[in-house]
């Protein structure tokens, strides 16, 4: 595959994931509020906190998103070993996380403040434990690209 036809492969799926994204925080997670709500209507008082944390994990995975879009674009340009992919790799991780750890704190919080149960909790491991493997996988990437860079460039210097 050529380089452009890659970046462009990647760019759909990206693409693909950030439509996703709107839908799953613009439409789904209210959605289900709602409906827990009608169906207990005495956490009432939950819905407000839970929307705005939930919302806020959407950042981290925006910023994730914009350095993966960064990636594509370098490697349209046929720099996919380069040192600003090592380091948007690494940003992605880093971000990757945020999130996971402000997730997992929240929920944390949530619980000691009576806003939560123990078992949402638990199922909120799921979710910190793919933050985590997001984040070791750019992590891997970043030092894997770094080291290719720097193969590369001396590479080109031997010639």
């Known amino acids: 595959m050529k380089q452009s036809t890659l970046a462009?492969?990647?760019?759909?799926?990206?693409?693909?994931?950030?439509?996703?994204?709107?839908?799953?925080?613009?439409?789904?997670?209210?959605?289900?509020g709602r409906v827990i709500l009608d169906?207990?209507?005495?956490?009432?008082?939950?819905?407000?906190?839970?929307?705005?944390?939930?919302?806020?994990?959407?950042?981290?995975?925006?910023?994730?998103?914009?350095?993966?879009?960064?990636?594509?674009?370098?490697?349209?340009?046929?720099?996919?070993?380069?040192?600003?992919?090592?380091?948007y790799l690494k940003y992605i991780a880093i971000a990757a996380a945020v999130d996971g750890v402000y997730f997992f704190a929240g929920n944390v919080v949530f619980l000691i403040l009576g806003k939560s149960h123990p078992s949402i909790v638990l199922a909120s491991m799921f979710a910190v434990f793919a933050a985590a493997a997001v984040a070791v996988v750019a992590s891997v990437l970043s030092h894997l690209v770094y080291k290719a860079a720097a193969l590369e460039e001396e590479s080109e210097l031997t010639i």
């Open 8 to 32: 462009l492969s990647l760019k759909l799926i990206l693409t693909g994931l950030l439509l996703c994204g709107v839908v799953v925080y613009a439409y789904i997670v209210p959605e289900i």
């Open 39 to 87: 169906q207990y209507p005495e956490f009432g008082g939950w819905y407000a906190p839970w929307l705005a944390f939930v919302s806020g994990t959407a950042l981290p995975c925006a910023v994730g998103f914009a350095f993966a879009w960064m990636v594509a674009v370098n490697i349209g340009r046929d720099r996919s070993f380069s040192v600003s992919n090592a380091r």
